[in-house]
């Protein structure tokens, strides 16, 4: 079996989101949003749509959060992007498990309500 540190994940994908610019998060959402039509877990498409929403926000420039917080939510979406990461998603189950963590461990440390972000 697989022997998953969420930290691990977690800080692999903050360092894949450290180079992200606002501008490039359009992009990584439409790729995101492609590959949530499948057959996700309930847990996991909401956490990604929570991400999605931030990142809309602020690819659109109506929120204009620190580098720390764009490196979040770009590193967890470009997280979910990956085919072979700590738990290929190849693996029934289990290989969306890292994902999820990734992406819940994310909007956690946000803490963001996205119906707080005004972007009208």
């Not at 998060?25 to 929570?50: C, Q, T, W, Y």
């Not at 580098?67 to 990956?82: D, E, K, Q």
Request: contains cysteine; aromatic residues 6%.
């Amino acid at each position: 079996m697989y022997d998953f540190d969420e930290k691990e994940a977690f800080d692999k994908a903050r360092e894949m989101g450290e180079d992200v610019s606002p501008e490039e998060l359009g992009s990584i959402v439409d790729r995101v949003m492609e590959k949530i039509s499948s057959n996700l877990p309930d847990s996991l498409s909401s956490a990604l749509m929570h991400l999605v929403k931030i990142a809309r926000a602020i690819a659109n420039g109506c929120y204009k959060p620190g580098a720390g917080t764009i490196a979040a939510v770009a590193g967890a979406l470009l997280y979910f992007l990956m085919v072979v990461d700590l738990v290929p998603d190849f693996i029934p189950i289990v290989g969306w498990l890292d994902d999820a963590s990734v992406a819940m461990a994310a909007v956690s440390l946000l803490g963001l309500d996205v119906d707080e972000i005004d972007c009208e």
